[in-house]
């Protein structure tokens, strides 16, 4: 499959019947799987042999769309989690324990700042948060000997920070560090992050790969690039797991992905369900197409926003004044996605009165799917956070998310255009 493009491997990839089976996946809504002799059956929980025991650790639906992503991304192998959310916990916490320490940009999602700012110190783990755009020399300040690796997004929900791939790829090389990217907005069909040194790939795939708004999922691809062995920095990889019959994970393959699945999977049993696998894998056909129409979509709305006069400020890294702009041509030729911020010329009393004038795209707490939708984070998903943490997730009191979708372009622009007039 890796000699076909990805428009080819979006409809193909992940799954092929034999003879006389179903086209495409079916769902497989089974608990357990049976086996006729209990030797075939140990070996399978060996990891001896392929194949399924208990859909709590692999699931052949779930198989079917970890394989597309996977050939997507050009990783070794993906594990479909229950959302996007716990594929960002579980990939952390296949590396990190108490006593560690994690780098995150502070331009993430909100449900990972805190994820990162609260949840883990819970659990002993330090995250260092740095500012995207600070020095490789600033970053590298902040990593130690206890450092377990660098996450940041591609395309950051919802600030559009687009990320500088090289700065933080060299300095993840450089210290032999795990460098992780979230690239939910990007998709593998703007942007491949393990071409550019990513060497985890992370999905909300309840975003565009689904990209109906019909089902949650995660997805963590193990690109296969890097190497646990003898690496001090990761002993969990080189001493043998007694709680898997001594696996040593740096002697295989697929050695982040095999520790995700056999020990964090099994043990949280936030597995992705075979539901949400099979209209994910189906969403997903699509991908190729709808990230063109997002793409082209968007960079009109944005060019329209950019001359409106009741709009202070428009964040979308197609426009050439954007300070992304130049990163976003190396990174994300192909286009940068339908999201965008911008900012209302007035307060939040003037963001509520634009977003309640809108009649075709409606507020909405998602993003990234096929209908347009906007939400303004500072009195919705983001109102956990006070005044100094929304600027540091840059998110600025009168910003507004809009995700634009695939309908057509200039109904999109008449309908911002109305509810602006009423401002
Ligand atoms: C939505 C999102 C998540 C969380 O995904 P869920 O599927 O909602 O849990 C993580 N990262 C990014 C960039 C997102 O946009």
Not at 98 to 123: E, R, W
Not at 261 to 288: E, F, H, K, V
Not at 392 to 398: D, E, K, L, R, S
Request: charged content about 20%.
């Amino acid at each position: 499959m890796d000699k076909y493009n990805l428009d080819t491997l979006c409809v193909q990839a992940g799954y092929s019947p034999k003879t006389g089976e179903s086209r495409i996946p079916t769902i497989c809504q089974s608990t357990t799987f049976f086996y006729g002799d209990s030797q075939a059956m140990a070996d399978c929980f060996d990891l001896k042999s392929d194949g399924y025991f208990y859909s709590r650790l692999e699931n052949p639906t779930v198989a079917a769309f970890e394989g597309k992503v996977a050939a997507l991304d050009g990783g070794v192998a993906a594990v479909g989690c229950a959302s996007g959310m716990s594929a960002v916990t579980l990939a952390a916490l296949t590396i990190a324990g108490a006593g560690d320490n994690v780098l995150c940009s502070q331009a993430v999602y909100g449900g990972t700042f805190n994820l990162f700012g609260t949840t883990m110190p819970k659990l002993g783990i330090e995250c260092r948060f740095f500012d995207p755009d600070d020095s490789a020399e600033d970053i590298e300040k902040l990593i130690d000997d206890k450092t377990k690796f660098i996450i940041a997004e591609t395309i950051a929900n919802p600030s559009i920070v687009v990320l500088d791939f090289d700065k933080i790829a060299g300095i993840a090389k450089k210290h032999k560090l795990v460098f992780m990217v979230d690239n939910t907005l990007a998709t593998p069909i703007l942007c491949r992050p393990k071409e550019f040194g990513a060497d985890i790939v992370l999905y909300s795939t309840s975003k565009y790969i689904e990209g109906h708004a019909a089902a949650l999922g995660g997805m963590i691809v193990d690109c296969g690039t890097f190497n646990f062995k003898d690496n001090p920095r990761y002993p969990s990889f080189n001493v043998p797991d007694e709680s898997y019959h001594g696996l040593v994970y740096a002697d295989l393959a697929v050695p982040f992905g095999t520790k995700c699945r056999a020990q964090l999977i099994r043990d949280t049993g936030a597995i992705m369900a075979p539901m949400n696998a099979y209209l994910s894998y189906l969403g997903c056909d699509t991908l190729a197409l709808r990230m063109e129409r997002h793409s082209e979509n968007a960079k009109k709305v944005a060019a329209f926003l950019a001359k409106h006069p009741k709009v202070a400020w428009v964040k979308h890294a197609s426009l050439p004044d954007n300070k992304y702009h130049a990163l976003a041509e190396k990174y994300l030729p192909k286009g940068q996605g339908g999201m965008m911020s911008f900012g209302i010329d007035g307060d939040i009393e003037k963001c509520r009165t634009f977003m309640e004038a809108l009649k075709l795209i409606t507020q909405e707490t998602h993003v990234a799917d096929v209908r347009s939708c906007v939400l303004h984070p500072a009195s919705t998903t983001h109102r956990q956070l006070s005044e100094h943490e929304l600027e540091m997730a840059g998110v600025p009191q009168n910003l507004v998310r809009l995700s634009v979708g695939i309908e057509n372009a200039d109904d999109i622009i008449a309908d911002l255009d109305g509810a602006l007039k009423k401002i």
